[in-house]
């Protein structure tokens, strides 16, 4: 019962995003498809749930650690998955425009990580 009130839940939440893309003339124009984030991309069935809402391919985000220069491997394995796309984006957003591009992420003393959590810290 609770997994038809979920599967009717995601089919709406997948018609509204589709009608929003027809208003904006883009319906089946996604040039590489649908892609899931979040941790319900997880659930079984969601990927073909989506093709058939959007009628374009559809993937679930995995976010790729290599770009985060985590020097712990154990940790860029545990991030690789659908439920931290929005953390790491987030993440590498605020690299980009507080510190650039350039430090490592939690490195040493000048990690732009650490810099970020002192700035925030009362």
Do not use: T
């Not at 089946?28 to 749930?49: F, N, Y």
């Amino acid at each position: 019962m609770i997994a038809d009130i979920i599967e009717v839940r995601l089919a709406e939440i997948f018609e509204f995003a589709n009608n929003e893309l027809k208003l904006i003339g883009k319906e089946s124009q996604l040039p590489v498809g649908v892609v899931l984030a979040g941790g319900g991309a997880k659930m079984p069935g969601v990927v073909d749930l989506a093709k058939e809402e959007f009628d374009l391919p559809v993937q679930i985000g995995i976010p790729d650690s290599s770009i985060l220069d985590m020097p712990n491997g154990e940790l860029s394995l545990q991030i690789e998955d659908p439920e931290y796309v929005c953390a790491v984006g987030l993440l590498l957003c605020a690299k980009e425009r507080m510190f650039g591009g350039g430090s490592d992420i939690v490195g040493g003393e000048g990690s732009w990580l650490k810099k970020l959590f002192r700035l925030l810290l009362p």
